[in-house]
């Protein structure tokens, strides 16, 4: 190859054009070249159709006609063009009117363009062939030389450079635009879930607020009843002296009344005042009780809470919730232990755990029912054990013990959110860890760690 050829392939190679992705600057530059090193006067690129059964000109160049209408090249009208093409061969015609491979190409298009001679070499990108690049003399007897045809065989591998750059050109322009339409997809999911999230908070809220009321109606049932008690024996002792009473007054009008008949008057009206004292004691300590952890559960206030007074003023208001089954309630907890903490949250955690215990744990009444609630002190905290002696629970039934709206009694109103609301409180509310082991017929053991709060 000549200095000339050389020096043009060398100042194509080295063009910012044929890598920046302008894939129109990059052919107008290499079908450039192509006119200047085999001086001729039209020059075009064909590319093949996706079916390959056709080939247009994506660029061309004629400095003769400027404004020749360029046709459709098809297979069916042209096979041995399209044959010699498909060998992947560049196609050397000097004589391209008599030439087997492109003697098809003699009427309607090398008479009317006036070309004698081709030499068409094939373009290639990733291994396959796109096309080809078809150089066109007007002169008759143009005799193409080897380093003419080298030349142009470098030119199309340099095409087939500046391809790859304009396909890398889109890709990234086509990934730019997916990152944009990703991130614009994301900011509108991101708002979505954030809408979703904030109404499932709300939604949330409100369920504990709906199980923290269902807790204290359970509260307030079984107080109702257990108070009921000792009031109907007052009702009852009341009613009987007003009767003994009357009778004495009777008596003491008739003038028939006697020492004896006084002094038995006066006993039967101690036993009853006393039986009246215990029994409205009685229903005024269950009443305080439940006042004080109903008070507690409706609102949250970080307290120095004394663990032992309040545990055990707290299973007072819930034995009657108990009672039906005869579930006997234990607390172990020194009395010195002392937890700053959301005295509320603590009741609303062991009243869902009698609750759930009660309701789940024990089937039918029976005196050997045992609840036990143990607290022991640790370094920065208590640990808290909340045991029974009821049927237990299976491992399938534990992985989802605390799932919102699990449960296995839906068909006798369970909500399935009493645990879910103590593993919240556990977890979020007092910062601690909660765990569960359970053995069917064993019974279950929730253990929980609850740390000293700061303010």
């Not at 500046?162 to 990152?179: C, D, G, H, K, P």
């Not at 108070?227 to 009341?238: K, R």
Request: hydrophobic share 40%; with cysteine.
């Amino acid at each position: 190859m000549n200095d000339a050829l050389e020096n043009i392939l060398l100042d194509v190679s080295k063009s910012p054009d044929i890598d920046g992705g302008d894939l129109e600057k990059a052919s107008e530059l290499i079908l450039a070249s192509a006119l200047k090193g085999l001086d001729i006067t039209r020059v075009s690129i064909w590319l093949l159709q996706s079916d390959k059964q056709a080939m247009r000109a994506a660029k061309l160049i004629d400095e003769k006609s400027p404004n020749t209408e360029v046709p459709v090249l098809y297979k069916n009208q042209l096979p041995s063009y399209f044959q010699a093409l498909e060998s992947e061969r560049t196609i050397i015609a000097n004589d391209a009117r008599c030439h087997p491979a492109t003697i098809e190409l003699t009427n309607g298009y090398l008479e009317e363009t006036g070309v004698y001679g081709l030499l068409d070499v094939p373009l290639r990108h990733k291994g396959e062939m796109i096309g080809v690049m078809c150089c066109e003399s007007r002169r008759e007897n143009r005799i193409w030389t080897s380093a003419e045809v080298a030349f142009v065989g470098m030119l199309a591998d340099i095409y087939g450079r500046a391809v790859s750059a304009a396909e890398r050109e889109r890709f990234e322009a086509l990934l730019i635009q997916q990152n944009e339409q990703l991130e614009s997809m994301v900011e509108e999911r991101t708002q979505s879930l954030t809408k979703a999230l904030d109404n499932f908070k709300q939604a949330q809220e409100r369920l504990i607020e709906t199980e923290k009321m269902a807790a204290l109606g359970k509260l307030v049932a079984g107080v109702a009843h257990e108070v009921n008690t000792p009031l109907g024996v007052s009702v009852t002792a009341v009613t009987h002296c007003e009767h003994r009473l009357k009778k004495l007054n009777q008596s003491f009008t008739d003038g028939s009344i006697s020492r004896k008949h006084l002094q038995t008057f006066i006993d039967n009206t101690f036993e009853a005042y006393q039986l009246l004292s215990s029994n409205l004691e009685r229903a005024a300590t269950l009443i305080q009780n439940f006042k004080k952890t109903a008070v507690d559960q409706s609102s949250f206030e970080l307290v120095k809470c004394q663990l032992n007074d309040y545990l055990h003023a707290l299973v007072l208001s819930l034995n009657p919730m108990v009672k039906k089954k005869k579930v006997t309630i234990t607390i172990h907890c020194n009395e010195d232990i002392v937890l700053k903490t959301y005295q509320g949250a603590l009741a609303q955690i062991v009243t869902n755990l009698v609750s759930n215990t009660n309701d789940h744990a024990f089937a039918e009444p029976d005196e050997n029912h045992q609840i036990e609630i143990i607290a022991t002190e640790e370094d920065s905290g208590v640990r808290f054990s909340f045991r029974d002696n009821g049927k237990g629970m299976d491992s399938e039934t534990i992985k989802d013990i605390f799932e919102p709206f699990f449960t296995t009694s839906r068909q006798t109103g369970g909500s399935g959110l009493g645990l879910s609301i103590v593993y919240n409180l556990v977890t979020r509310k007092l910062k601690g860890q909660i765990s569960v082991q359970s053995t069917p017929g064993e019974g279950t053991e929730f253990s929980f760690f609850l740390p000293n709060l700061p303010k």
